[in-house]
């Protein structure tokens, strides 16, 4: 048997052991590090989708008519989305509208209407204190009340009967005899002017106005207008 001689085991000091330990530590996180952690390549390949290719509905593979009839799909999309974007923008504001014409409406219902401005009172006709002037107020009542004349025939007779004078009485005919004397313009006895005294004017036979109407209206009856009497009447 062959004699060796056994080398003698090496004496590690303090140092040492620490050295060696470090080391076996950092391999071990190395061995870790490279052991759970997966290689770049790894990554992408077990992360990337797989390839599909596009198909019909049919399950063919799409021709390029396919392809541009989807591509005019898409785009018609997206119009229609940003249509829609515009008309939400567009109801917005028509909804803001609404509502300030809904405020608006409810401000004036809210506030009492104005009172109607009162129409100006009429201003009353005005004539003259004198012969032309009660023939016209004569006359504008004559008409309101139906009663038929005219301005020349009732100037004619009063100018044959009193020549103008409202307070002319005739103290010698056959009416004075019986105690009725004919007075005013158009020289009326009192029981005529009784008889047709024409509502609205006094009831006085010398009043120029009252004794006018008053002949007129007792004319109308009995010969159908003053301006048909050319003497006494």
Known sequence: ????????????TR????????VATASC??????????????????????AVKPVSANGLPLTAKDR??????????ASSVAAGLKVTAV????????????RSIERKAIVAPKAAPKAPKATPKRYANNLDGWIRESLDIM??????????????????ESSGNPNAVNDWDINAINGVPSKGLLQVIQPTFDAYHVAGT????TDPI????????????????????????
């Not at 140092?15 to 470090?22: D, E, G, N």
């Not at 008409?143 to 009063?158: D, F, Q, T, W």
């Not at 209206?217 to 009497?229: E, L, M």
């Open 29 to 50: 996180a190395a061995a870790l590090a490279f052991t759970a952690a997966p290689s770049e390549a790894e990554t992408t390949a077990a992360h990337a989708p797989a």
């Open 68 to 77: 541009a009839d989807d591509g005019k799909e898409a785009r018609a999309v």
């Open 202 to 205: 006094p009831h006085k036979l």
């Open 1 to 12: 048997m062959p004699n060796f001689t056994l080398p003698r085991p090496a004496r590690l």
């Open 143 to 160: 008409k309101a009340k139906g009663i038929p004349g005219s301005y020349e025939g009732l100037h004619r007779n009063i100018m044959r």
């Open 91 to 102: 109801e917005k504001q028509n909804h803001a509208a609404e509502q300030t014409a809904s």
């Open 15 to 22: 140092t040492h052991k620490v050295s060696a330990a470090v």
């Open 210 to 233: 009252a004794n006018i109407t008053a002949a007129a209206n007792y004319a109308a009856h009995r010969y159908g207008s003053i301006d048909n009497v050319d003497s006494a009447y």
